[in-house]
């Protein structure tokens, strides 16, 4: 990491910090505290905004399946090269049930077109996991979403699940570009493979 971690756990002379410090760790157990945490108690506001929001992103939308959640965390973290990012969440896509042939899809550098079916025609994705990845990309790579792909998402979802895939996509982009600039985990340019 291009900073130093903060020790783990940390240990603050303010009691509100440390009680920060308890709540990401509530959030996290059974695990210890992660590099991405130890990163963010440098700041320990910013660790307790960040842990109560990506905690409701995580456990709070529940409209969506879980492995149309995941590949779209697999595909933000593939486009943006958040290697960190993508060594968890890619195994969470794998046992919510997308199978290896989908994961190499989501790894593919072309930006994806609503009318490129090939993966659904083949069997490897389902049509709302397709849709799921071409909004994902255009949310990623370009930020405004075209009025073809947001119809058609429009026609498999409704509202809340669309409300709530957003701000999946929009967070994990966050987070994504919060890894890759300090180079948590020390992932940076070793490829979606490496460590595993």
């Known amino acids: 990491m291009r900073l130093p971690y903060m020790p783990n756990p940390p240990k603050f002379a303010e ?6 410090v308890e709540r990401v760790a509530a959030r996290r157990a059974p695990r210890p505290l992660q590099p991405l945490d130890l990163a963010l ?8 905004g960040w842990n109560s929001f990506l905690g409701a992103i995580r456990t709070k939308t529940d409209s969506i399946p879980a492995d149309l959640r ?13 290697w960190y990012e993508w060594g968890h969440h890619a195994p969470l896509a794998t046992a919510a049930g ?16 609503l009318d490129d079916t090939k993966a659904v025609d083949s069997g ?43 701000a999946v996509i929009a967070a994990y982009n966050c987070v ?6 300090l180079d948590v985990g020390e992932r940076n340019g070793t490829g979606p493979d490496a460590g595993h």
């Open 98 to 113: 997308v199978p290896d042939a989908g994961l190499k899809v989501v790894l593919e550098e072309t930006p994806y077109k």
């Open 70 to 82: 995941e590949l779209a965390v697999s595909r933000v973290a593939a486009v943006n090269r958040a």
């Open 15 to 20: 009691s509100a910090y440390n009680a920060i």
């Open 176 to 181: 994504s570009r919060f890894l890759v600039a």
């Open 124 to 166: 490897v994705l389902t049509a709302k996991q397709w849709a799921v990845l071409v909004y994902t990309d255009e949310m990623t790579r370009t930020v405004e979403v075209s009025d073809g792909t947001f119809a058609h998402l429009r026609t498999l979802f409704e509202e809340k699940q669309i409300v709530e895939l957003t």
């Open 41 to 48: 108690l440098h700041s320990p506001p910013v660790a307790d």
